[in-house]
């Protein structure tokens, strides 16, 4: 009977890292729940239980190293050795840069940036010696291409990549069997948009085409189990890296001219319980935000990234048969 795998998740009282406990607890594993908000910890928590896992609820602010540090050592306490460790806490404001103040925007870094940076040294501390684990970093598209209104979270995604790079370099010049991924994601309906800092007139929302919190999971889960560098999830995303690669001017001028409204739904902001920026929203909003009518349950690009051997094979197979088909139509002429 296989082990059940000890994972920790950053970000675990909302959203796409609620969702990502769930998924392992209904694999049986023994899931540590970090984040400061504990109403939702324990919401999750017994999700995880309810789902077949066991749950260690451990509120935490991920910007402040100590306490990163002591979390991972109480995992190990009462769990035993951490075998998956993911960063995905975040916080952010919506507003223009020139809107931001120092200290909110210092603050949004500390966490986004800083706690993955931090939750990476705890587990490589512990993983390294051991020569096993597997480190996954919730990133987003905007780990390549920034867009209007949410400055500190672009600059803090594109610092988690080249942070997330560097690390891996460095384990590959040891010869380490740590694994470390990066999950690149599009638009997705958390619970981020109705508890972040936000300084617009209307409600903010994902930049459609969105997606559930679910298919997030589903990829952190993959990425955790296999061998790759990165996974992208959605179309979007890939567009998007594409078109920062090929044409960045062209991409300037289109996020500058739909990049506004596209983050902003028509109704007026309800400021009740909307800012979790210095201080948690300590109530249990689950792992959905409120744009479920909208948001896609399933990414076939992600399908296809995941079974990209088959995909592949099956397009080599193609490409041979289309070969032959010829060659024989040819020696018929």
Known sequence: MRQAEVVVITGASGGIGRATARKFGSEGAKVALLARGRSGLEAAASEVREAGGEALVLPVDVADHDQLEAAAASVEDAFGEIDIWI?????????????????????????????????????????????????????????????????????????????????ITELLHKQSKVQVSMVQLPGVNTTQFTWGRTKLPKQTMPVPPMYQPEVAADAIHHAAHHKRRQIYVGIPTVANILGERTAPWLLDRYLARTGYKSQMTEQPLDPSGHDNLFDPVDEDRGAHGPFDSRAHAHSVQLELSKHRGLVLAGMASAAIGAGAAAAMRGSGD
């Open 87 to 167: 960063n995905d806490a975040m916080v952010t404001v919506y507003a223009e840069f020139m809107d931001i103040e120092p200290d909110e925007f210092a603050r949004a870094t500390n966490v986004s940036y800083l706690g993955m940076v931090w939750g990476t040294r705890a587990a490589l501390k512990r993983m390294l010696p051991r020569n096993r684990g597997s480190i996954v970093q919730v990133c987003s598209a905007m780990s390549y291409r920034g867009i209007p209104l949410q400055s500190p979270y672009c600059g803090a995604k594109h610092a988690c990549k080249g942070f997330t790079e560097s690390v």
